[in-house]
């Protein structure tokens, strides 16, 4: 049985993939303002991603899965920090663009990893919401390929 934060973990793994999806398609089809909505909602997942990690120092003995919640918790207070406090364009250099998407991938990881800890059946619901986020990139790069074709 998934306990309440077991249960807040897996809604924010899904609220997370969802709003990466989001960002995705809505970079792909260059609606700002959705793109900006789905970065505001990620945002705000620290807060019930803090509540849980409060709870898993408290409860939790393993230590490695303590360490997977402080890399999600850093990839959304990096996320906070570059695109919404100093707006730093650095999806354009790969020299900071690379290490950005390391933590990000750290961060999806990290979710996998703790939700097949939580219960079984909903980490496999959270690699869904994974696989399903590869995909709305694999779009986002078709997208963009074809408009750079055009110019």
Do not use: Q
Not at 81 to 87: N, Q, Y
Not at 113 to 133: E, P, Q, R
């Amino acid at each position: 049985m998934v306990e309440v934060y077991g249960w807040i973990f897996i809604i924010s793994g899904i609220i997370f993939f969802g709003s990466i999806i989001g960002v995705f398609i809505s970079a792909a089809n260059e609606k700002e303002k959705l793109l900006r909505g789905f970065g505001v909602i990620i945002i705000s997942l620290i807060v019930p991603l803090i509540i849980v990690f409060i709870n898993f120092l408290v409860v939790r003995e393993d230590i490695r899965l303590n360490i997977y919640l402080i890399l999600i918790l850093v990839y959304i207070i990096v996320e906070l920090f570059l695109d919404f406090i100093f707006k730093v364009e650095f999806r354009k250099k790969t020299s900071t663009h690379v290490p950005y998407i390391i933590l990000e991938y750290a961060a999806c990881f990290g979710f996998i990893i703790i939700s097949f800890d939580i219960n079984a059946v909903m980490g496999w619901v959270i690699s869904v919401c994974f696989w399903a986020m590869l995909a709305a990139l694999i779009y986002y790069i078709i997208i963009k390929k074809k408009k750079e074709k055009k110019l």
